[in-house]
């Protein structure tokens, strides 16, 4: 693939070298001072960083884990080809990073689990919402995220220093997988806390530099309406007409809530849709609920959640406002609609507005900060990827591996997390070219209309386990079921018929792609939730004493919880240990490897609730926490006023 500025390859000047190595060096060096500081020997110390972080490593560890390079090619380029309305994703978050912190996390915690499968077991008993659930995250994890930001990742490599797309992501996987095996999740929130601060400080200085350059935000507002590319007729032979509104600028650009049916991002979809999105990924995702798990207190949780809403305002203005201003600057390149055009610009056929932030890097910026800026993406992409590869080692072992063999001893566990690591990374390096060609080339809409087809029935579910006690194992099963079939009737045609692009619209039939996938994740979520209800009505409710402290109204109860299933889960503990006390018997063992192993067994199961945990909190410093979080509350309604 050709490199847009002239085939010419930018960052090969010292500074610009000297910064990058300069900052891996960083990296690598918070990540070795991280380990030394944590037990990683045992399950607690690996997967939950033993529980003592502060809340301003959990609000940079949940803002870093969030925003990848996805997010800065993503929101980029749907902001290059339609305006500020995809900066409703981030904002949206702000609302509902506090239900987290103070509906959702509370009842995670004195349900003393690690995983979010984990608590489904608990509060319905049985194993097959859990297994489903661990199954379709780490789906998602593969499709959604590690192959977006992987491949967003590579095309920012590819613009500036003209590598191939496959050789550029293999590098950044290998240096990646290293220190996510090695450290676990303390190292994470350790990197991940230095990696924020050079993730906003680099984008600061982009946006400062591209809004110079284009002249300011009144400029903007003038020139976005006019920035169309010069050329959009065909050279083919089978010509075909390109209808102005495939290259015009929006109209409604500068607007966040749009027309309902005309809108490409209409205001229902946008104000309730993404909140039922959010929804289940800010408060039943393992990535984000595994960081918050980490805190030393529900005030260090919640103070978190708060520092992570600040920081969520910010990419409209460090991602989607560059976006735009890269299309006024290049419109050839980043607005191009001639297919043989977008393929000589970008690689791919259906548009280039992916490489709207990357150009701007390489173009607009001096030498040594354009180092900065390629590690600030690096550091964007390898955060993301290291927490995405943490919490799915997280659920692959603890939720599924342990299935398979319930005898597993703490360090089988530990390598088993660390081999299912490599194993997703070759997955996700085949998926790379759907997600290059899906929804005309826009990266954020890809990851948002999958979501918005297999997310909605968590969301539900785990909405429902929390705060309705009525909802049982048979209500939220057919409900996942239900809703999983729904959602796979509208994608499965949507990837086999193609998303389409303005130039060549899809075939499918309106009747199944017709609606916005915002307002069908809106009528999933629905649809979902009385499946669930109605089903669990019709069924026997669960008893209280097998719901204390696993629903937000029995929080505080101090009560002795009877666990479901605990007597199925002892029998297939026996039944798993028999064959192996027979054989021991047969070949004369001596009886202390028996015992040994069976401790190491309950110290792998009973390793991290050790220490209950503790969801009071001082009063000064929760009402402290409380009037921050009214206050930007107050911040975020007003920007969507403003902006509306």
């Not at 959702?104 to 995983?115: D, S």
């Not at 309406?225 to 065909?234: D, G, R, V």
Request: hydrophobic share 45%; glycine share 8%; proline share 5%.
């Amino acid at each position: 693939m050709e490199n847009p500025s002239s085939g010419k390859v930018t960052i090969s000047n010292p500074a610009d070298i000297t910064v990058i190595v300069g900052y891996f060096i960083m990296v690598m060096s918070v990540g070795i001072w991280s380990m030394f500081r944590i037990n990683r020997g045992t399950v607690g110390g690996y997967f939950l960083a033993g529980r003592t972080m502060t809340w301003w490593p959990v609000g940079a560890s949940l803002f870093a884990s969030n925003i990848g390079s996805g997010h800065f090619v993503g929101l980029a380029g749907t902001g290059a080809a339609s305006g500020i309305a995809v900066g409703g994703f981030e904002w949206n978050a702000l609302f509902i990073v506090l239900l987290l912190g103070w509906l959702f996390v509370p009842v995670y915690l004195t349900a003393e689990v690690i995983t979010m499968p984990e608590y489904l077991k608990k509060r319905f008993g049985g194993t097959r919402i859990s297994l489903y659930l661990s199954v379709i995250s780490l789906f998602l994890y593969i499709f959604t995220k590690i192959s977006v930001d992987m491949f967003s990742g590579a095309v920012f490599i590819q613009q500036a220093l003209g590598w191939n797309i496959y050789v550029a992501v293999i590098s950044l996987l290998l240096i990646t997988a290293l220190y996510t095996v090695t450290g676990g999740l303390a190292a994470l929130m350790y990197t991940d806390t230095f990696q924020t601060v050079v993730i906003i400080a680099g984008a600061f200085v982009l946006t400062g530099f591209s809004f110079a350059q284009v002249g300011g935000y009144d400029a903007l507002l003038a020139k976005y309406s006019s920035a169309m590319p010069s050329n959009f007729s065909s050279m083919e032979p089978q010509s075909y007409n390109i209808s102005p509104e495939c290259y015009t600028p929006r109209q409604d650009a500068f607007n966040l809530l749009r027309d309902p049916t005309t809108g490409d991002l209409p205001w229902p979809g946008v104000v309730f849709g993404i909140a039922i999105v959010g929804g289940w990924y800010w408060c039943t995702d393992q990535v984000i609920v595994q960081r918050c798990l980490a805190a030393r207190s529900l005030t260090h949780v919640k103070a978190g959640c708060i520092m992570c809403g600040y920081l969520k305002l910010l990419p409209m203005f460090l991602m989607v406002f560059p976006g735009m201003i890269s299309r006024v600057l290049y419109p050839d390149e980043v607005g191009c609609v001639v297919p043989e055009v977008c393929k000589r610009v970008c690689g791919t056929e259906v548009g280039c507005s992916n490489i709207a932030y990357p150009k701007l890097v390489v173009s607009v910026m001096p030498n040594g900060l354009r180092g900065l800026m390629l590690a600030v993406m690096l550091a964007a992409l390898m955060s993301s990827l290291a927490s995405i590869f943490n919490s799915s080692s997280t659920l692959f072992t603890m939720d599924i591996w342990t299935r398979i063999r319930p005898q597993a001893t703490e360090r089988e566990l530990i390598i088993v997390g660390r081999v299912w690591v490599l194993c997703i990374v070759a997955i996700s390096i085949c998926w790379i070219p759907v997600v290059q060609a899906a929804q005309s080339g826009q990266l954020f809409d890809y990851i948002q209309s999958v979501s918005s087809y297999l997310a909605p029935p968590i969301a539900s579910v785990f909405l429902l386990a929390v705060f309705v006690k009525r909802v049982n194992e048979t209500g939220a099963f057919w409900g996942l079921i239900g809703g999983l079939v729904m959602g796979l009737c509208r994608m499965l045609p949507e990837f086999w018929f193609g998303t389409g692009s303005c130039i060549f619209p899809s075939s499918c039939p309106f009747l199944v792609c017709g609606v916005h996938y915002l307002h069908f994740g809106i009528i999933l979520f629905f649809c979902t939730s009385v499946l669930v209800l109605v089903v669990s009505h019709c069924t026997e409710p669960i008893d209280d004493q097998h719901l204390h402290r696993l629903v937000f109204s029995l929080r505080h109860s101090k009560e002795e919880r009877m666990d479901l299933d605990w007597e199925q889960e002892e029998k297939g503990r026996v039944a798993q240990r028999e064959p192996e006390e027979r054989a021991r018997e047969k070949n004369h063992r001596d009886s202390e490897e028996e015992k040994s192993g069976s401790q190491a067994h309950e110290q792998g199961t009973l390793e991290v609730p050790e220490k209950l945990p503790d969801i009071s909190e001082d009063p000064l410093w929760k009402n402290t926490v409380d009037a921050n979080a009214l206050i930007m509350m107050a911040v975020a309604v007003f920007l969507w006023g403003y902006y509306a």
